[in-house]
């Protein structure tokens, strides 16, 4: 409800309009003010001009009787000067001496002869040869003094009847409002049409514009591009170019999307096959160490417990892929016995590069983090700082739970991660592999196994050279994983 009283919520068919009236209410009462300025001067200059007459010919009249205090020759002047200036409407008319006495009135009971009236006196006295007109009001006053030569013998006083004045400033003015208004309401709906054609272009442009927001650009049609001309012609061809272009682009986005799925699956094939080949060269070893010394019973108890680990970390790795298709159990939480694994899986790749990895184990039980991803990113890491360290150097594994944090960290003493292999590690999860024969796909898994688990990995570069690669993944309880079995 507030919105709809705010004026900048309002169309703009309706602000120009509503502005046009206001205008025209300011401009119509200017110009009523100003007409009705010069009617009341109109007005008040002819009466002022019959006044005088009026009060000339009663002067003419009255002055030798008031010489000799003729009472009877001055009411008598007053009458026929009444009825002479009928159109003036004469209301009341005193003759006064210049002391105030009353010689002669149009009303005597009012003004009887002799009377003295200190009021009347003072304002003849103080506005001699005045005139006296509000615009208006009822009446009007004037007063003239008579002059005898060297002194003044008396004053005339006359109120005009201004009601029919007054009745004619009402008419004008009520004429300018009724104008006015009637002027303002045609001219303010007359710029409602106008400016609702006007914008019809808008309107079916901005309609086109709510829909693209909601689905893809719709075009406007022919034939009301072919019937518009000018700028709105020009500006619905542009748009419609536009609409062109953005469904071209959409199109061309599913076709990237569809070519970035089946990448994605190519990805996920190969990540697949790399994390499963990896435990693999662990497994043989493990065959190869029972044909070898299977005949003792440490070394079998050791090696089918390395093949039992290593089936099911291969099962989970299957499930975790069929997992959106397969009902979900929990999946075997971390314990330290897996980190004892990688260095086992590691072993061969680390005995052919002449490379020693060393285990620095602080886990003790289980840690409530789902044991496959967590050892897939891990070993991933231990390749790679294998692959990078030189003949002689050694690897450190290091685990250990820190708060709600596991935290571990892989240091080699390689010349040091790039900072393209850094940013696979670091920038953001859908981040793309490095593409140098498969180099970085390993870093792109971990990348991605990590981020699922809403950990981070941190790369550190210390000053006597190598490179420290930490992971740091919050623990979390409830881990699910899907059961394929």
Same mark, same amino acid.
């Given at each position: 409800? =507030?919105?709809?009283?705010?004026?900048?919520?309002?169309?703009?068919?309706?602000?120009?309009?509503?502005?046009?009236?206001?205008?025209?209410?300011?401009?119509?009462?200017?110009?009523?003010?100003?007409?009705?300025?010069?009617?009341?001067?109109?007005?008040?200059?002819?009466?002022?001009?019959?006044?005088? @007459?009026?009060?000339?010919?009663?002067? @003419?009249?009255?002055?030798?009787?008031?010489?000799?205090?003729?009472?009877?020759?001055?009411?008598?002047?007053?009458?026929?000067?009444?009825?002479?200036?009928?159109?003036?409407?004469?209301?009341?008319?005193?003759?006064?001496?210049?002391?105030?006495?009353?010689?002669?009135?149009?009303?005597?009971?009012?003004?009887?002869?002799?009377? =003295?009236?200190?009021?009347?006196?003072?304002?003849?006295?103080?506005?001699?040869?005045?005139?006296?007109?509000?615009?208006?009001?009822?009446?009007?006053?004037?007063?003239?003094?008579?002059?005898?030569?060297?002194?003044?013998?008396?004053?005339?006083?006359?109120?005009?009847?201004?009601?029919?004045?007054?009745?004619?400033?009402?008419?004008?003015?009520?004429?300018?409002?009724?104008? &006015? $208004?009637?002027?303002?309401?045609? *001219?303010?709906?007359?710029?409602?049409?106008?400016?609702?054609?006007?914008?019809?272009?808008?309107?079916?442009?901005?309609?086109?514009?709510?829909?693209?927001? @909601?689905?893809?650009?719709?075009?406007?049609?022919?034939?009301?591009?072919?019937?518009?001309?000018?700028?709105? $012609?020009?500006?619905?061809?542009?748009? &419609?170019?536009?609409?062109?272009?953005?469904?071209?682009?959409?199109?061309l986005v599913k076709k990237l999307a569809e070519e970035e799925r089946l990448g994605s699956l190519g990805r996920l094939a190969s990540?697949?096959?790399?994390?499963?080949?990896?435990?693999?060269?662990?497994?043989?070893?493990?065959?190869?160490?029972?044909?070898?010394?299977?005949?003792?019973?440490?070394?079998?108890?050791?090696?089918?417990?390395?093949?039992?680990?290593? =089936?099911?970390?291969?099962?989970?790795?299957? #499930?975790?892929?069929?997992?959106?298709?397969?009902?979900?159990?929990?999946?075997?939480? *971390?314990?330290?016995?897996?980190?004892?694994?990688?260095?086992?899986?590691?072993?061969?790749?680390?005995?052919?590069?002449?490379?020693?990895?060393?285990?620095?184990?602080?886990?003790? $039980?289980?840690?409530?983090?789902?044991?496959?991803?967590?050892?897939?990113?891990?070993?991933?890491?231990?390749?790679?700082?294998?692959?990078?360290?030189?003949?002689?150097?050694?690897?450190? *594994?290091?685990?250990?739970?820190?708060?709600?944090?596991?935290?571990?960290?892989?240091?080699?003493?390689?010349?040091?991660?790039?900072?393209?292999?850094?940013?696979?590690?670091?920038?953001?999860?859908?981040?793309?592999?490095?593409?140098?024969?498969?180099? $970085?796909?390993? =870093?792109?898994?971990?990348?991605?196994?990590?981020?699922?688990?809403?950990? #981070?990995?941190?790369?550190?570069?210390?000053?006597?050279?190598?490179?420290? *690669?930490?992971?740091?993944?919050?623990?979390?309880?409830?881990?699910?994983?899907?059961?394929?079995?």
């Amino acid at each position: 409800m =507030l919105g709809r009283l705010d004026p900048r919520s309002w169309p703009i068919t309706a602000k120009v309009p509503l502005a046009v009236a206001g205008l025209m209410v300011l401009v119509g009462l200017i110009l009523s003010e100003r007409v009705l300025a010069r009617l009341a001067d109109t007005q008040e200059r002819h009466l002022r001009d019959l006044a005088q @007459s009026y009060l000339d010919g009663l002067s @003419s009249a009255v002055a030798p009787s008031m010489l000799r205090d003729d009472t009877w020759e001055v009411f008598d002047a007053i009458e026929r000067a009444r009825d002479l200036h009928r159109s003036l409407r004469p209301l009341e008319t005193v003759v006064s001496h210049a002391d105030g006495r009353v010689i002669a009135a149009s009303d005597p009971r009012r003004y009887p002869v002799g009377s =003295l009236n200190e009021e009347r006196q003072r304002v003849q006295v103080a506005g001699a040869d005045s005139f006296s007109f509000e615009a208006g009001a009822d009446t009007a006053t004037a007063v003239r003094k008579l002059s005898y030569p060297g002194q003044t013998v008396g004053f005339i006083e006359a109120v005009f009847d201004t009601r029919h004045l007054a009745a004619e400033r009402r008419s004008v003015m009520f004429a300018l409002v009724a104008t &006015n $208004g009637l002027l303002t309401l045609v *001219l303010a709906t007359a710029g409602w049409f106008l400016m609702a054609r006007m914008m019809r272009p808008v309107t079916i442009l901005t309609n086109h514009l709510g829909l693209a927001r @909601s689905v893809s650009a719709v075009p406007i049609a022919e034939d009301v591009v072919m019937r518009q001309r000018g700028e709105f $012609g020009r500006l619905f061809r542009a748009y &419609n170019a536009l609409a062109a272009s953005m469904d071209e682009r959409e199109t061309l986005v599913k076709k990237l999307a569809e070519e970035e799925r089946l990448g994605s699956l190519g990805r996920l094939a190969s990540a697949l096959a790399h994390e499963i080949n990896n435990p693999l060269g662990g497994l043989f070893n493990a065959l190869a160490t029972l044909r070898t010394h299977g005949h003792l019973a440490h070394v079998r108890a050791n090696a089918i417990g390395l093949l039992d680990r290593g =089936l099911l970390g291969i099962r989970d790795v299957v #499930r975790t892929t069929l997992a959106a298709y397969r009902e979900e159990k929990r999946a075997r939480d *971390l314990a330290a016995s897996d980190l004892a694994d990688l260095q086992l899986l590691i072993a061969p790749e680390a005995r052919r590069k002449a490379v020693g990895v060393l285990l620095d184990n602080g886990l003790d $039980g289980t840690v409530p983090l789902p044991s496959t991803p967590v050892r897939q990113a891990i070993l991933n890491l231990l390749l790679n700082a294998v692959a990078a360290s030189p003949e002689g150097a050694s690897v450190v *594994l290091s685990a250990e739970v820190s708060g709600h944090l596991f935290v571990a960290s892989v240091r080699d003493r390689g010349p040091g991660l790039p900072e393209a292999a850094a940013q696979v590690l670091t920038g953001p999860a859908a981040a793309t592999p490095l593409r140098d024969g498969g180099l $970085g796909l390993g =870093l792109w898994t971990t990348r991605r196994l990590v981020s699922e688990l809403g950990g #981070r990995i941190e790369v550190d570069r210390p000053g006597e050279g190598g490179t420290v *690669l930490r992971l740091i993944i919050p623990l979390r309880s409830g881990e699910e994983l899907s059961d394929v079995a």
